[in-house]
């Protein structure tokens, strides 16, 4: 008699023909309606699986894993994985996985359509005309701020970051940078990007892009302070994470105009959305979409997949799998 085989379980429908990969190797358990599971519904997938698949809404920590015993892979679909406690998976053994670099591009793109939708009132001008307020071209109706030429700062300089420089030197723009560390004079020249402390950046630029990863010690990293140093002219453009933001203090700076506007990809609460940003008109909202387009996320599925079955020794990369989260 052939022994068992590995158990995976897939936390929430994704592309079946991709996920069908894993059929070759596995007894699949895979989830065919968006589900929001509880704590409970995870340890209990996961208490019978040696291996996962999940997204960004599905958090894997200790209490998950706790009666996990056969548990040896989690694969996560996305590059951030603040859903996940790394510490508390490779204190089992667990490898943890991501999918990098297949959604730099994708969420470049958007990163930069979402800061410009801000600074030139594009939802708002669209909501005006819908509701039937337009009664003709007038000179000064819903003036913007300008992209060409102004100066960008980027908070969180890694890959989508550095895509978002490159796009900025075709608007002849001026492009600051904070991160952890400086980058190396090669990249910050692909890039044209000076590197400029915290302060700096927010004093300088007109338009700041958020690409950093959330943590604890990032949490609420732009508070009442921090935008208090902005130009009110300036736009704040969120492509990261919700919990970077104080949402309440940002709300204070737009409706005082103590900020010109923001582009909001991502929310501390998501679903949810705080009522005061919901009816403020010079912010832009969006549903976690940046990296949203149907090539990009077949590829992070696809790398998913990979990645799960080289952890859980199968494949061409058996025991070795692409993207393992360190």
Same mark, same amino acid.
């Given at each position: 008699?052939?022994?068992?085989r590995p158990r995976v379980w897939v936390s929430q429908p994704l592309f079946d023909?991709?996920?069908?990969?894993?059929?070759?190797?596995?007894? @699949?358990?895979?989830?065919?309606?968006?589900?929001?599971?509880?704590?409970?519904?995870?340890?209990?997938?996961?208490?019978?699986?040696?291996?996962?698949?999940?997204? &960004?809404?599905?958090?894997?920590?200790?209490?998950?894993? +706790?009666?996990?015993?056969? &548990?040896?892979?989690?694969?996560?679909?996305? @590059?951030?994985?603040?859903?996940?406690?790394?510490?508390?998976? %490779?204190?089992?053994?667990? @490898?943890?996985?991501?999918?990098?670099?297949?959604l730099t591009e994708t969420t470049a793109d958007f990163g930069f359509a979402l800061?410009?939708?801000?600074?030139?009132?594009?939802?708002?001008?669209?909501?005006?005309?819908?509701?039937? %307020?337009?009664?003709?071209?007038?000179?000064?109706?819903?003036?913007?701020?300008?992209?060409?030429?102004?100066?960008?700062?980027?908070?969180? $300089?890694?890959?989508?970051? %550095?895509?978002?420089?490159?796009?900025?030197?075709?608007?002849?723009?001026?492009?600051?940078?904070? /991160?952890?560390?400086?980058?190396?004079?090669?990249?910050?020249?692909?890039?044209? +990007?000076?590197?400029?402390?915290?302060?700096?950046?927010?004093?300088?630029?007109?338009? #700041?892009?958020? #690409?950093?990863?959330?943590?604890?010690?990032?949490?609420?990293?732009?508070?009442?302070?921090?935008?208090?140093?902005?130009?009110?002219?300036?736009?704040?453009? /969120?492509?990261?994470?919700?919990?970077?933001?104080?949402?309440?203090?940002?709300?204070?700076?737009?409706?005082?105009?103590?900020?010109?506007?923001?582009?909001?990809?991502?929310?501390?609460?998501?679903? %949810?959305?705080?009522?005061?940003?919901?009816?403020?008109? /010079?912010?832009?909202?969006?549903?976690?979409?940046?990296?949203?387009?149907?090539?990009?996320?077949?590829? $992070?599925?696809?790398?998913?997949?990979? /990645?799960?079955?080289?952890?859980?020794?199968?494949?061409?990369?058996?025991?070795?799998?692409?993207? @393992?989260?360190?």
């Amino acid at each position: 008699m052939s022994a068992a085989r590995p158990r995976v379980w897939v936390s929430q429908p994704l592309f079946d023909d991709i996920v069908a990969r894993l059929d070759r190797y596995f007894e @699949v358990a895979a989830t065919h309606a968006v589900a929001d599971h509880s704590p409970a519904a995870i340890a209990r997938a996961l208490r019978e699986a040696d291996g996962a698949l999940v997204t &960004l809404n599905d958090p894997v920590g200790a209490a998950e894993i +706790a009666q996990a015993s056969r &548990l040896r892979a989690v694969a996560n679909v996305g @590059v951030g994985y603040n859903n996940l406690d790394v510490a508390a998976l %490779q204190a089992r053994g667990i @490898v943890a996985t991501n999918t990098p670099d297949v959604l730099t591009e994708t969420t470049a793109d958007f990163g930069f359509a979402l800061m410009m939708a801000a600074a030139r009132r594009i939802t708002e001008a669209e909501r005006w005309l819908r509701d039937g %307020q337009w009664r003709g071209w007038a000179f000064h109706s819903l003036l913007g701020a300008e992209i060409h030429g102004t100066t960008l700062g980027i908070l969180g $300089m890694g890959r989508i970051g %550095q895509g978002i420089a490159r796009r900025a030197g075709g608007f002849g723009m001026r492009v600051l940078y904070h /991160n952890r560390s400086r980058l190396p004079e090669a990249i910050e020249n692909e890039c044209r +990007a000076a590197y400029v402390d915290y302060e700096t950046l927010f004093a300088q630029a007109d338009h #700041v892009v958020l #690409v950093l990863p959330y943590s604890a010690q990032n949490h609420h990293r732009i508070d009442a302070a921090t935008l208090a140093r902005m130009k009110p002219t300036a736009t704040l453009t /969120n492509i990261a994470r919700g919990g970077l933001i104080d949402e309440a203090a940002l709300a204070d700076a737009l409706a005082s105009g103590r900020l010109a506007a923001a582009g909001l990809d991502v929310f501390e609460g998501e679903p %949810q959305v705080d009522p005061r940003l919901l009816a403020l008109r /010079n912010v832009v909202l969006t549903p976690h979409i940046a990296s949203g387009s149907l090539a990009t996320r077949r590829a $992070m599925v696809s790398l998913a997949v990979d /990645n799960l079955i080289a952890a859980l020794g199968f494949g061409p990369e058996a025991g070795k799998p692409p993207n @393992v989260i360190s």
